[in-house]
């Protein structure tokens, strides 16, 4: 590795790569960083929070913009928002929370910047009444591969709005977002648990408490079979009114100090989540949790996994995936069961399987999400075997007309990404019209041969 090299790697941990990393603290110094005389492509990269390679440019370079991150302003009569692209999810919340605002909507990690956020356009737990993140966009300001800076919107330049949206660094480098924040009347959410016996039971309590819960997420365990397939604690929720907190927080309803988080210290040598410590681990989670309501905190609710840096370390160093599969609505009983039939099949263990609704996509041309569902599983990662069981996976999307999120792929290849983004062709002309020598690449688009 030559100076200024780094190796570099999605949050699973796998493929590495090795890119030559320059960190702007400064728009002027990120727009420099554009520069063709630097030579060489380029992919724009926050917090490293995309599980795959969309992150990485394998011996190419990579501008990581966290440091871009100041806000510019804020409306407090709208919520409109307007701050650089790396502004951290966790820096807003800090914020603006105790002010009673929050995100509209929000991925499972506050580790996130803004930049990452458009890019992949992210959907938290309430898809499907509020759809992705780029909803809530009003202007991205990007930087185009000539140098020059466009403010983008669906009435300027709708075009590169909508490829920018979703899609994954590929056609500038956003500088800054500006979008809503929504008020909320606490830091705390009322949520129902339900345990569910199977598949069927957890998809009728979905279709029974969606339209009543502003969020809704299940935990599934991927280690039951047989009649107990798809069994899950679902949790649906909604924010909670200051009257319904706990006395001491009624006179203080957004004072919430985050919890001091823990830190995963060292990387084992192999993974600690062999089936077996994740059948015990799933037994435990599931009956320890009965059906219910109780008052909970934000952080808790969304951010369950931020109490604990880099626990990615656990799965050792060959890394993990995460498979982020989306069924519509009309194919996913049948597709879910499928995928699960062959998750516990192969004896892939993953303790972390999480299944939400989805609602109407927002236009993005690499838009995700449709209405139906989507299931994430992290899976321990063996080269052969689970490049042979994501082959698989991927023949069962295919034939439910479901696809995988690009902010989770670390596996696809260019034949099944194109089956599933029909898209793709549309988002190839505005990135040509734009950048029309592939100036902004990245290690996951060239595998999925977007050039
Ligand atoms: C624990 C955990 C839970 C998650 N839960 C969810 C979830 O519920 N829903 C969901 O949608 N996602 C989820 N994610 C994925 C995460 O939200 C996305 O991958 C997000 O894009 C990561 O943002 P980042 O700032 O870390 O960007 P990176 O991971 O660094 O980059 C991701 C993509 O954004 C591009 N990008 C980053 N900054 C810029 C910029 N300034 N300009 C242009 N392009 C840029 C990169 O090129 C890359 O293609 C989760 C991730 C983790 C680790």
Not at 17 to 28: F, K
Not at 317 to 332: D, N
């Amino acid at each position: 590795m030559s100076a200024g090299e780094r190796s570099l790697a999605g949050w699973g941990r796998q493929p590495r790569t090795v890119g030559s990393v320059s960190e702007p603290t400064t728009l002027a110094v990120a727009r420099e960083s554009i520069a063709p005389a630097h030579g060489g492509s380029l992919i724009p990269r926050g917090l490293g929070r995309a599980y795959g390679d969309s992150a990485c440019n394998d011996h190419g370079r990579v501008v990581v913009c966290e440091r871009l991150d100041r806000f510019r302003s804020f409306d407090p009569r709208t919520g409109l928002l307007e701050a650089e692209a790396g502004t951290s999810l966790d820096a807003i919340i800090r914020t603006f929370l105790p002010r009673g605002w929050f995100l509209p909507t929000t991925p499972g990690t506050r580790q996130v910047t803004l930049g990452g956020a458009v890019a992949a356009d992210v959907h938290g737990k309430n898809h499907h009444h509020r759809g992705s993140f780029g909803g809530f966009v009003d202007v991205i300001e990007l930087c185009l591969a000539d140098g020059s800076v466009v403010r983008c919107s669906r009435d300027q330049h709708p075009d590169l709005f909508f490829a920018t949206l979703g899609g994954m660094g590929l056609t500038g480098l956003i500088l800054a977002v500006t979008f809503r924040l929504v008020p909320v009347p606490s830091a705390w959410v009322n949520v129902d648990y339900r345990r569910t016996r199977d598949l069927e039971h957890t998809l009728a309590t979905f279709a029974e408490h969606d339209a009543r819960y502003e969020h809704s997420v299940a935990w599934i365990d991927c280690m039951a079979r047989g009649r107990r397939l798809g069994r899950s604690i679902a949790m649906h929720g909604s924010e909670a009114a200051a009257s319904d907190l706990p006395v001491p927080w009624r006179g203080r309803p957004w004072d919430l100090s985050v919890r001091r988080a823990h830190t995963f210290p060292f990387t084992p040598p192999c993974s600690l989540l062999s089936p077996t410590t994740v059948r015990i681990f799933n037994e435990l989670f599931y009956h320890s949790h009965g059906s219910g309501r109780r008052v909970v905190d934000i952080h808790s609710y969304f951010y369950p996994l931020d109490g604990i840096h880099h626990w990615n370390r656990m799965y050792g160093p060959s890394g993990f995936i995460q498979y982020q599969a989306f069924f519509p609505r009309e194919s996913s009983h049948a597709g879910l069961r499928r995928l699960l039939g062959e998750i516990v099949r192969s004896g892939a263990a993953s303790f972390l399987a999480v299944l939400k609704s989805c609602g109407p996509a927002d236009g993005a041309l690499l838009s995700y999400l449709e209405p139906g569902h989507t299931l994430a599983l992290d899976i321990p990662y063996a080269r052969g075997t689970i490049d042979d069981l994501c082959h698989r996976l991927d023949r069962i999307l295919l034939d439910h007309g479901g696809r995988l999120y690009l902010a989770k792929d670390a596996m696809m290849g260019p034949t099944t990404f194109r089956a599933m983004y029909p898209r793709l062709p549309e988002f190839l002309t505005v990135k040509r019209r734009y950048d029309p020598n592939h100036l902004f690449s990245s290690s996951q688009s060239r595998r999925l041969g977007i050039e």
